[in-house]
T-cell receptor
Framework: DAGVIQSPRHEVTEMGQEVTLRCKPI?????LFWYRQTMMRGLELLIY????????DSGMPEDRFSAKMPNASFSTLKIQPSEPRDSAVYFC????????????FGQGTRLTVV | TQLLEQSPQFLSIQEGENLTVYCNSS?????LQWYRQEPGEGPVLLVT?????EVKKLKRLTFQFGDARKDSSLHITAAQPGDTGLYLC???????????FGDGTTLTVKP
């Protein structure tokens, strides 16, 4: 299996622009998580899905952030409009069914908002 | 909100030394995971512990889950430069749902 695939790997955008991050989970996994990692706050859970349904979005910082999972093999995290404080590494992770909360992470998208 | 505290935050040692890092909480977890993250990469799962008092070994790494399932430790014997990285622990209250991550221990092993 190719693992969790995220794109792009790096994104530099200007403040106010819309940013869309993409994730392809491992086939057969039924949980998908979006995390954000910064030096100051560590690894924060933004939102997670189970069987394509959003379960908990309490970690989404503001209404500027939205996430979708239209099918079992694709998810997006959108920031509109983006702000410099959104600069971070965003990770997508997936989990197979009937396991002990183990997660498999993608390589992340490094977002820089200038 | 459950909180996982990891210590030490930073650790720099010479190749061949032994070390232990800790992951502590006041919450009980159904399972706890350890991950290692290298620069520019995502965290990679090392181990899952689920039973209080459980000990698991992965080559030179020994993981222990506390009897009360509130804490865990990772011991590395004869550390090597390849062990350098950020070590993260994560706990889940149930197997269905989210995990909480600690802030990590950044380990540097000098040759």
């Amino acid at each position: 299996d190719a693992g969790v695939i995220q794109s792009p790997r790096h994104e530099v955008t200007e403040m106010g622009q819309e940013v869309t991050l993409r994730c392809k989970p491992i086939s057969g996994h039924d949980y998908l998580f979006w995390y954000r990692q910064t030096m100051m706050r560590g690894l924060e859970l933004l939102i997670y899905f189970n069987n394509n349904v959003p379960i908990d979005d309490s970690g989404m910082p503001e209404d500027r952030f939205s996430a979708k999972m239209p099918n079992a093999s694709f998810s997006t995290l959108k920031i509109q409009p983006s702000e410099p404080r959104d600069s971070a590494v965003y990770f997508c992770a997936s989990r197979p069914p009937r396991t002990s909360a183990e997660a498999f992470f993608g390589q992340g998208t490094r977002l820089t908002v200038v | 909100t459950q909180l996982l505290e990891q210590s030490p935050q930073f650790l720099s040692i010479q190749e061949g030394e032994n070390l232990t890092v800790y992951c502590n909480s006041s919450s009980v977890f159904s399972s706890l995971q350890w991950y290692r993250q290298e620069p520019g990469e995502g965290p990679v799962l090392l181990v899952t512990v689920v039973t209080g008092g459980e000990v698991k070994k992965l080559k030179r790494l020994t993981f222990q889950f506390g009897d009360a399932r509130k804490d865990s430790s990772l011991h590395i014997t004869a550390a090597q430069p390849g062990d350098t990285g950020l070590y993260l622990c994560a706990g889940a209250r149930t197997n269905a749902g989210k995990s909480t991550f600690g802030d990590g221990t950044t380990l540097t092993v000098k040759p």
